[in-house]
């Protein structure tokens, strides 16, 4: 098996060891593994606000309304 070392920052650490024991995993490895297992393919279908199926509704134009001009006559001072 192939191995990579990812370090981690030290602000993620009491989340982790709270992943560690909710999942019950034996290491961080281990946990990262399932992290990318179970949700990596769902942060890359949505990492980029435009492939957000959310994010497409929200940018469709809007419709305007044709509104009719109005005429105004000048005042007289």
Known sequence: ???TRAVMPSKFVPLAD?????????????????LLSRYGKHLLNTWEIANCPQ????QQP????SI???TFTPMEF
Do not use: K, R
Not at 55 to 58: G, I, L, P, S
Not at 62 to 65: E, F, L, P, Y
């Open 1 to 3: 098996m192939a191995q």
């Open 62 to 65: 809007i419709a305007q309304q």
């Open 18 to 34: 709270e992943l560690l024991a909710t999942t019950g995993a034996n290491d961080y490895s281990t946990l990262i593994g399932i």
């Open 68 to 70: 009719a001009p109005e």
């Open 55 to 58: 994010a497409a509704a929200v």
